[in-house]
T-cell receptor, first 114, second 112 residues
Framework: NAGVTQTPKFQVLKTGQSMTLQCAQDMNHEYMSWYRQDPGMGLRLIHYSVGAGITDQGEVPNGYNVSRSTTEDFPLRLLSAAPSQTSVYFC?????????????FGQGTRLTVV | QKEVEQDPGPLSVPEGAIVSLNCTYSNSAFQYFMWYRQYSRKGPELLMYTYSSGNKEDGRFTAQVDKSSKYISLFIRDSQPSDSATYLCAPTVRPSYDKVIFGPGTSLSVIP
């Protein structure tokens, strides 16, 4: 059982380049989300989705796009990378309904924008 | 004032010590309180979850919520080197992860 898989693990981009961070989960979770983690800031929610075809903005959505065409995949696109987007990005998934439970996180993508 | 605050540490303790990790918050509407543990270069994983005030115990770990003081604590008894990690408190108003606020975390190092 792979859980939540993120690729790539590391990436260096030049300012202005675009890229897609991939996230896949095999737990049939309805809810998926993207966070960025910066020193002293905690995890901040970028975008989230409650099911295929449904996405919404979190706390820090600017400069990022998402789509959810399947239950399993939730890619995050950086449109035009900026040094301020240097961070560690985590994808997470959880089930909706029933008892409030755990969010499962991927291993993270360390992104540096130069 | 940040909505959720934690002392970043690092907190360094000898093996076997009792550890107290603390978190303060400003939103009195928080009802659900979680502690996530994050090992270096890994994603966070849920350690404990409590609803409203009171204590909850799970093995060597005890979570305590004092809503009157807006204060959350995590106690670790008989600490082990494997407990060395960053601990994130994560309260929420309602049981939905789009509303969870993650604290910045406290780094703990347990020395053998």
């Amino acid at each position: 059982n792979a859980g939540v898989t993120q690729t790539p693990k590391f990436q260096v981009l030049k300012t202005g380049q675009s890229m897609t961070l991939q996230c896949a989960q095999d737990m049939n979770h309805e809810y998926m989300s993207w966070y960025r983690q910066d020193p002293g800031m905690g995890l901040r929610l970028i975008h989230y989705s409650v099911g295929a075809g449904i996405t919404d903005q979190g706390e820090v959505p600017n400069g990022y796009n998402v789509s959810r065409s399947t239950t399993e995949d939730f890619p995050l696109r950086l449109l035009s990378a900026a040094p301020s987007q240097t961070s560690v990005y985590f994808c997470a998934s959880s089930s909706i309904g029933g008892t409030f439970g755990e969010a499962f996180f991927g291993q993270g993508t360390r992104l540096t924008v130069v | 004032q940040k909505e959720v605050e934690q002392d970043p540490g690092p907190l360094s303790v000898p093996e076997g010590a009792i550890v107290s990790l603390n978190c303060t918050y400003s939103n009195s509407a928080f009802q659900y309180f979680m502690w996530y543990r994050q090992y270096s270069r890994k994603g966070p994983e849920l350690l404990m979850y409590t609803y409203s005030s009171g204590n909850k115990e799970d093995g060597r770990f005890t979570a305590q919520v004092d809503k009157s003081s807006k204060y959350i604590s995590l106690f670790i008894r008989d600490s082990q080197p494997s407990d060395s990690a960053t601990y994130l408190c994560a309260p929420t108003v309602r049981p939905s992860y789009d509303k969870v606020i993650f604290g910045p975390g406290t780094s703990l190092s347990v020395i053998p």
